[in-house]
């Protein structure tokens, strides 16, 4: 089955912890995505990677930071210094970014104690 | 910058059609309309995208106007799992083009 998995589904962090969004696909896809999805808020880009070991930042990059060592992985670590950092995460993924479809994931629930 | 403008929600008997509005009055040229749509607690799901000719899927239809400044998406037979919202996008396909999703429309289907 191929797709876009997301882990975990919910996920606990403690003020000041940094914390890891697993996002892995099996779909071949070249491009990679972050957003965060606020409640009753449409989606906001946190960062995209194009291609493998190259990412840029989107429009809410600050306090996020991501990594691209293989085409399947894309994680996205919140750091401290993510001020408000409780949200829903979700990651996509496409065949190139110029103009194909965008699939996701089905999302991380991050919530802060 | 807002580029599309959708009502805030609305809702559609079971087994009709529900047909969800969008403006998007400063469309250019090389942009697509797309539509997306979430349901609740999961990740947006693709649902349908045009240049200017009509075009219809297992899922929807959609249908863009001759100027391009607006469209309306078509789910033909509305079921319960249709509840959901429902995103209008607009899109250039040249690199660095990203979705931008807005608040999109909540549609409700009742029984």
């Known amino acids: 089955d191929g797709g876009i998995t997301q882990s975990p589904k919910y996920l606990f962090r403690k003020e000041g912890q940094n914390v890891t969004l697993s996002c892995e696909q099996n779909?071949?896809?070249?491009?990679m995505y972050w957003y965060r999805q606020d409640p009753g808020q449409g989606l906001r880009l946190i960062y995209y990677?194009?291609?493998?070991?190259?990412?840029q930042k989107g429009d809410i990059a600050e306090g996020y930071s991501v990594s691209r060592e293989k085409k399947e992985s894309f994680p996205l670590t919140v750091t401290s210094a993510q001020k408000n950092p409780t949200a829903f995460y979700l990651c996509a993924s496409s065949i190139a970014q110029a103009g194909e479809t965008q699939y996701f994931g089905p999302g991380t629930r991050l919530l802060v104690l | 910058d807002a580029k599309t403008t959708q009502p805030t929600s609305m809702d559609c008997a079971e087994g009709r059609a529900a047909n969800l509005p969008c403006n998007h009055s400063t469309i250019s040229g090389n942009e697509y309309v797309y539509w997306y749509r979430q349901i609740h607690s999961q990740g947006p799901q693709y649902i349908i995208h045009g240049l200017k000719n009509n075009e219809t899927n297992e899922m929807a239809s959609l249908i863009i106007t001759e100027d391009r400044k607006s469209s309306t998406l078509i789910l033909p037979h509305a079921t319960l799992r249709d509840t959901a919202v429902y995103y209008c996008?607009?899109?250039?396909?040249?690199?660095?083009?990203?979705?931008?999703f807005g608040k999109g429309i909540t549609l409700s289907v009742r029984p």
């Open positions: 990677s194009q291609i493998v070991n190259d990412f």
């Open positions: 779909l071949n896809h070249d491009a």
């Open positions: 996008i607009v899109r250039a396909t040249g690199a660095n083009s990203k979705l931008t």
